[in-house]
């Protein structure tokens, strides 16, 4: 059973999430190509080499959407906008069917009692500005201050809340260092930059919102709890890079105006000229934080000694898996519901995303999801227990309201609370959708 929404405080809100490019079918409405399509399109790099093309065909069935949105009892709905749908060039001028499609959509949340929680960058850059270096490129900070200017303009007056930027980690280090989401680098040079410009960026997008009279703006970081491998000095020494890297440096670049010596040590050489400058912007004031959670990750030194920096290697864990392969850690959680205080004070903290992967739920009904209650249930309770510890944590969102395009892994990793035949595009909510209902019921 998940815990009932009136053992939460008042005002504590319960939300869906979900992302533009992943639901949203990226070849209608006059959308320009993005990195995402080109990824997709070069062999080895996404499963089946899928895209967004067509997704859940949310463009068209918002509607059934925010109604299941509303039926389930969520009072917030975070969804992202599409720079290349807005921005067909990334730059110059706006489309303006899909300036539209956001103010409908906003009103379509409004009119049913959700507030709409905006992210601007879920991922999918408009192609003409890969061609120009991308993150690589400082002026990416300007072009997506336009951006920002340019949706927000639009909808920034209606919208409940604000962030920039999905999950910096996965724009730069995922993408650039990793080389497992778009453009698909494994360069520290771009690397570096990716990590630096990511944040610049969401500090002018900060500023332009302030500007347009917008509050309530946050940042929203994915954590992943680093554990050593052994209890050696060298795995403790690489799981605390890894943390470094993938937990303190964005938090830290925002909050703090520092990035933490474990990244500087490898990153240092790579970063622009000039680089302490930009923190004056990158630290301009937010209103929350959000985190995003599923799992931890296991690591030990590199194998070979000369490995350059980061000199880490991932281990398989021993604890229950969900489809991605990601174990279930709701530890993890409270660990960083502890932590994430100590950068931000008293800031609210919201839980952005969390939730679980099955391939195909119970072979015979895919909606049919225990794995998924119970997941939910785990986490929500540690959120709970982080409440009563005292941490400021004021909502918690489920990824994700459908089943949907999970990047680089395609459609067979099914996140939803609804279940989606990719065919016909049905949706059929599942058995955590409906154990969610009873929770969130209002006496
Ligand atoms: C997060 C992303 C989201 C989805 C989930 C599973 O990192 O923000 O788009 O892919 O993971």
């Not at 937010?286 to 350059?308: C, L, M």
């Not at 839980?351 to 049919?368: H, I, K, Q, S, Y």
């Amino acid at each position: 059973m998940l815990p009932h929404r009136s053992d939460f405080p008042d005002n504590f809100l319960f939300g869906a999430a979900t992302s533009a490019y992943q639901i949203e079918g990226h070849a209608k409405g006059g959308a320009g190509r993005t990195h995402w399509d080109d990824f997709a399109a070069t062999p080895g790099n996404v499963a089946g080499a899928e895209n967004g093309s067509v997704a859940c065909g949310h463009l068209d069935r918002w509607a059934e959407d925010l109604d299941l949105v509303r039926d389930a009892g969520f009072d917030v709905y975070r969804f992202s906008t599409s720079w290349a749908r807005v921005l067909p060039e990334g730059r110059g001028t706006p489309n303006t069917e899909g300036l539209d499609f956001y103010d409908k959509l906003v009103d379509g949340m409004l009119e049913r009692g959700i507030k709409p929680a905006a992210t601007l960058y879920h991922w999918e850059l408009p192609a003409p500005l890969a061609d120009l270096g991308g993150w690589r490129n400082r002026d990416i900070a300007g072009w997506f201050a336009d951006f920002t200017e340019i949706i927000m303009s639009r909808i920034g007056d209606r919208v409940w809340s604000a962030a920039p930027i999905n999950e910096p980690w996965c724009v730069s280090w995922l993408s650039h260092f990793e080389g497992h989401h778009a453009p698909g680098l494994r360069d520290i040079r771009a690397t570096a930059r990716a990590m630096h410009h990511v944040l610049l960026a969401h500090g002018r997008a900060t500023e332009v919102m302030r500007g347009l009279g917008m509050s309530n703006l946050g940042a929203v970081c994915n954590m992943e709890y680093a554990t050593p491998v052994d209890d050696s000095l060298a795995a403790q020494k690489a799981a605390t890079v890894q943390d470094a890297i993938y937990n303190r440096f964005f938090l830290s670049g925002i909050t703090k105006g520092t990035y933490p010596t474990e990244v500087l040590e490898g990153i240092e050489p790579h970063l622009p000229a000039g680089w302490q400058d930009d923190f004056a912007t990158i630290t301009t004031p937010i209103d929350w934080i959000g985190v995003n959670y599923y799992t931890r990750k296991i690591y030990g030194p590199a194998d070979e000694p000369s490995a350059p920096w980061p000199a880490t290697r991932e281990h398989d864990g021993p604890l229950p898996k969900t489809a991605m392969g990601w174990e279930i850690y709701p530890n993890g959680l409270a660990h960083f519901l502890q932590m994430v205080p100590d950068y931000t004070g008293d800031l609210p903290i919201y839980v952005t995303e969390n939730g679980m992967a099955g391939l195909v739920e119970r072979d015979n009904d895919p909606t049919d999801d225990p794995d998924r209650i119970a997941y939910l249930r785990d986490h929500i309770h540690v959120v709970q227990a982080a409440i009563a510890n005292g941490m400021p944590v004021k909502g918690y969102f489920t990824w994700s309201l459908l089943d949907n395009y999970e990047w680089a892994l395609g459609y067979a990793p099914r996140f939803g609370l609804v279940h989606v035949d990719f065919e016909t595009l049905n949706r059929t909510p599942k058995a955590s959708y409906d154990a969610l209902r009873k929770a969130l019921t209002r006496p």
